[in-house]
C-alpha cells in the first residue's frame, strides 16, 4: 500500500451542504478502488492565483489515503468529470 494525497480545489459559490457532498463522493470513490482514507484536511476558501472558470475564490480540501498502484488513476479518471470541482492533483507522498 502506498501512501498518496488528493488535492481538490472546490467551487466557493455553491452551498455548504453540496460543498460537503462533493468531498464525500470523492471519499467514496477512494474507498470503492480499496483506498484507506487517513485524514481530511479542509483549509478554507482561499484566493486563487488566476481565475477558473470566472471565479476568483475556491475551497481547498487534502484527503491523505493509502491504496494500491491503480487506486489513484481511478479516483482521478471519476474526480475529472465531478460538477463543482475546480482543479485537482493526486500524488504519491514519500514514505
Known amino acids: 500500500m502506498n501512501k498518496y494525497e488528493l488535492a481538490l480545489v472546490v467551487n466557493a459559490k455553491i452551498e455548504d451542504e453540496a460543498r460537503a457532498a ?27 492565483a488566476y481565475e477558473i472558470q470566472k ?28 460538477d463543482n470541482v475546480l482543479r485537482y492533483l493526486v500524488v504519491r507522498k514519500d514514505a
Open 55 to 82: 471565479m476568483r475564490e475556491g475551497y481547498y480540501y487534502f484527503i491523505q489515503f493509502e491504496a494500491d498502484a491503480a487506486c489513484p488513476a481511478e479516483v482521478e479518471r471519476h474526480v475529472r468529470i465531478m
Open 22 to 48: 462533493v468531498v464525500e463522493k470523492a471519499k467514496g470513490y477512494i474507498t470503492r478502488y480499496n483506498g484507506n482514507i487517513t485524514e481530511v484536511e479542509e483549509w478554507g476558501k482561499k484566493r486563487l
